[in-house]
């Protein structure tokens, strides 16, 4: 025989002071957990969404960041001639020679100086990029002093809106464009002429090549040519994976430390239930007695008090994972150590998320529970409806 | 007398209850005490900077560089004793997992940090050897480098793999030196760049500028930064202090959400006691109107429940504490170099003792309430 469920929602109910602050405990917890996660996922989705898939990026062997490569004119001129990379319509490979700089800009609201990325593209560059579109104005014109900005940029930053002037590497940059890039790095970028941009900053060598393959599977056979040319030190790499290379130092450092924090508090939202649970069935040793005198087993009771801590468990879930989703209004912005420059990324809540949150939850409330529900079972019928 | 024994008794009644809510205190007390001090270490570089050094940067960004005449320029400036040239070198250590900072320095640099403390004989040793290097203690012991042994390093920035053989380690003048980075010669790293990739030679990343005065900074600064006005490469210079907070400002963010976290554990454990001290009060409904019928007043009733809240906040906070400070060094040996410095600051300690009590008195209030208020006869005819 099984005792309803009513029975152990209704004991929540009566003791509503308890049930609120346990549950909020829990919720708290939940919170953590959700909220860490989905700051994790948002920065690699951001990344992530900024490679695509068939581009290849090519920098100078080891350099694992755009900043710190170089590639002369020469060797980006034979990685633009091998026959793995398309040609666009205009008879034109469709490749992107790129130089990115670092420039410091102060923020908007705070006046704190930020290194921010800028990317001086080629003729091909936007063309690489489907996932960035124009806003607001228009695209820049090759050869002059004009630039478009990502709208992090526009929005974080002095002088970053369309007419505005930028200066940086002794000129006025005048911005013509603001474009949207659908959550990715290049949302917090400011993008110009290559050529440009490496007259201003006495350049000689572009910093990377971007490329897009005839089919995606050509890499295989590009990367090997390239690494046996004896006048090429370049890395080749799909743009994807560099993109999640970058993310990988700071994704690390958000979930290990979520991780810890969750586990850390949860063992203080767990003692809290325990607690609860322990004082539930101290209070109701009488009521233990009478439901077992009247043919309840003790796997029945067990059942009873243990449904009652997920049932606490459960409140805490639904109010953390919604704390956690108002999260999702929230965009962050800081430094990614490995590029070294501004990156923003939001907080991003996902099925999986919510799910796992829900779960760590009812575990919670389940630990929680088992002791004082294992002392509810094993109280002997007698002693308990004595005990008044 | 009597009204302590009360006290103690009272907290003591539910041996289990209480220690559960004490381990959950300790918890708590222990992860806010360790967070508040991980914010620490990300401002130790601005703690350890002294007043009388600045730093010269490109005023594009750090990552581009100075040409190396600025330097002869810049001593010339009235109140400057002494330039010495730094270069992020950014070299991996068998894996990128193993950061630590390196820098190619001029010959003046260890002089200008004088709490870098370095013996003599291996200070000698260093300048007499090109590829020679300067440890920090904390380096040393994390990766087992001793004098003499030859560490390889693969550069990034600077590409090729580098050998340098450890001349010297340093120790740091106090707890708040960063004894984790990594200093060579930077003729070593000049002399080789030139041969093997030209564009990157007499190039300097940042010059560290001691002035004779801490008072004029602002001046003396200012002056350098006129000194290159409209030149190809304008400069920026300010405190060493400053320089480093700039780092730190551009990860606020995270910083900001180690933050917040910390307090929400504060409130976390909050609810859990809250929830304690909510449970006693009702089950000594009866035992306070008996008081109250006996004829103490409500004041002695808030005494007993604050008393047994505090009380117990306060065994859980001094546990708290005293576990902070080994936990704390466990965990700094276990991240190694990344944070350079790990100190349990008296501030954290202050800060988790008022969090502690202010626990326990919130944590009373509503029992207490509801006890001063309960009626004589409704307490009596309560059975918890």
Known sequence: MVIPFRYSLRNLRARRLTTILTSGGMALVVFVFAAVQMLDTGLRQTLVATGQPDNILVTRRAAGTEISSAVDRVQAAIVEAQPEIATGPDARRILSKEAVVLITLPKRDSGVATNVTTRGIGPAGLALRPQVRIVEGRMFEFGTSQIIVGQSIARRFNGAGVGQQLRFGGREWTVVGVFAASGSAFDSEVWGDADQLMQAFRRQNYSSVVARLTEAGALDALAQRLDNDPRLTLDVKREREFYEEQSKLMSNFISYLGLTLSVIFSIGAMIGAMITMYAAVANRVGEIGTLRALGFRRAAVLWAFLFESIALGAVGGVVGVALASLMQFVQISTLNWQSFSELAFSFTLTPRIVISSFAFALVMGVIGGFLPAVRAARLNIIDAIRAI | ?384
Request: charged content about 20%; aromatic content about 12%; glycine content about 8%.
């Open chain 2, 1 to 384: 007398m009597h009204l302590i024994k009360l006290i103690f008794r009272n907290a003591l009644r539910h041996k289990l209850r209480t220690g559960l809510t004490v381990v959950g205190l300790v918890v708590a007390i222990l992860s806010f005490g360790l967070l508040q001090t991980v914010v620490d270490a990300w401002y130790a570089g601005a703690e350890g900077a002294a007043p009388n050094r600045l730093i010269t940067r490109n005023a594009v960004s750090l990552m581009v560089p100075l040409p190396l005449h600025y330097r002869d320029k810049i001593r010339s400036v009235d109140g400057v004793k002494a330039v010495a040239a730094a270069n992020w070198f950014a070299g991996v250590y068998q894996d990128p997992k193993n950061f630590f900072p390196q820098f190619a320095v001029g010959p003046a640099y260890f002089s200008i940090y004088p709490e870098y403390r370095i013996p003599d004989a291996q200070y000698r040793a260093f300048v007499r050897d090109r590829a020679g290097a300067i440890v920090g203690r904390k380096l040393a012991q994390t990766y087992g480098f001793r004098v003499g042994d030859v560490v390889p390093l693969k550069g990034t920035i600077f590409p090729g793999t580098w050998t340098f053989v450890v001349r010297g380690i340093y120790d740091g003048a106090d707890a708040g030196t960063d004894t984790s980075q990594f200093f060579f010669h930077w003729d070593y790293l000049n002399e080789t760049a030139k041969t093997r990739m030209p564009t990157l030679a007499n190039k300097i990343g940042i010059f560290v500028v001691q002035i004779a005065d801490a008072d004029r900074a602002a001046e003396v600064s200012e002056e350098i930064d006129a000194l290159f006005k409209n030149s190809p490469a304008e400069t920026l210079t300010e405190t060493e202090k400053a320089f480093q907070i700039g780092f730190v400002k551009q990860t606020e963010a995270i910083l900001i959400a180690v933050r917040i976290v910390s307090f929400l554990v504060i409130f976390i454990i909050l609810a859990v006691m809250a929830n304690t001290m909510a449970m006693t009060a009702r089950e000594r409904r009866g035992e306070y109107a008996t008081l109250k019928a006996l004829g103490f007043g409500g004041g002695f009733l808030a005494t007993l429940i604050f008393g047994e809240s505090l009380l117990i906040a306060a065994i859980g906070a001094v546990i708290g504490v005293v576990f902070t400070f080994p936990v704390a060094d466990w965990f700094a040996s276990e991240m190694g170099t990344l944070f350079p410095v790990f100190e349990v600051s008296r501030e954290t300690v202050v800060l988790q003792a008022a969090c502690a009590l202010a626990v326990g008195a919130t944590a009373a209030l509503f029992p207490a309430r509801r006890a001063i208020r309960v009626r004589i006869v409704d307490g009596l005819r309560a059975i918890g």
